[in-house]
């Protein structure tokens, strides 16, 4: 599976303009979590071999970034 890796920078684009970049910095990370280098906590999860993390929250236009990005 690949992992987020502190001091590394993943983004993704919008769903809906693709010119539109939502990016993550990690700071530091355990098991389960990940801390950015904004100070905000996010709940780690898991897709197609990858971990996942949704850095504005759940909902159906929600932008979900992943490790292998």
Known sequence: MTAFEPGKTYKTRSICDSNCWFSITVA????????TVEGKTLRIGSYDGAETVKPYGSYSMAPVISADR
Not at 28 to 35: E, F, G, Q, V, W
């Open 28 to 35: 530091s990370r355990t098991a389960k979590t990940l801390k």
